[in-house]
């Protein structure tokens, strides 16, 4: 997801690479579940998060649909796939009845993150950034950003990212000087086409 976020407010001192270490172990969340319930926002999936997803539940993008476990959204302005949520709960609909996530191995980037989130520089290159106040239950214990998200090669994880991001940035720039509603639906079906279905 893309979200203007004024860099000026992010003091340099704060921001983090993957090397780098931050106060923010939780204990495996002893039990806490806090941040996959009430989700006033959706979890946006980028290709990454897609291909973990297919690959962790042996099902294509068009299961995941149909299944509900997915849905397709606007997310500013552009369609997108979001987890999905439970029918009767505003909560994620992989979240177990004892409070559990059922695809922790392979979640997505953004709850791999939490509390942290990524700021984008104007070079291409992004940073992380503790998100103050997000999650109360934080245990102060220094933990490496790389193994807080749990991907194995942070390297390549991040080049992911980046083209996708990239990506993503050019689909919208498409979208805006776009002239006519069907060139736009045009544009973004091929992304979706592109990035997740395949």
């Not at 203007?4 to 983090?16: Q, T």
């Not at 106060?23 to 996959?36: A, E, I, K, M, P």
């Not at 993503?168 to 544009?187: D, G, S």
């Amino acid at each position: 997801m893309i979200r203007d976020i004024d860099e000026n407010l992010i003091s340099p001192e704060k921001l983090l690479h993957a090397n780098d270490m931050v106060r923010l172990g939780c204990n495996d969340c002893s039990g806490c579940c806090d941040c996959c319930r009430d989700r006033a926002e959706r979890i946006t999936l980028d290709k990454w998060d897609m291909d973990r997803l297919k690959e962790g539940l042996q099902k294509s993008f068009d299961d995941l649909l149909a299944l509900g476990l997915i849905e397709i959204t606007l997310v500013n302005n552009i369609l997108l796939p979001v987890l999905g949520k439970k029918p009767d709960k505003d909560e994620c609909i992989f979240l177990s009845d004892e409070g559990r996530c059922t695809i922790h191995a392979f979640r997505p980037g953004i709850c791999r993150m939490f509390p942290l989130a990524r700021i984008y520089h104007d070079d291409g290159s992004f940073s992380y950034f503790l998100q103050e106040g997000e999650c109360p239950h934080l245990s102060g214990v220094k933990i490496k950003v790389s193994k807080w998200l749990g991907v194995g090669n942070a390297v390549r994880y991040e080049q992911e990212v980046r083209s996708y991001h990239d990506r993503l940035k050019e689909l919208r720039e498409k979208c805006f000087l776009a002239t006519t509603h069907e060139e736009i639906v045009k544009l973004q079906t091929k992304f979706l086409e592109d990035n997740f279905r395949g």
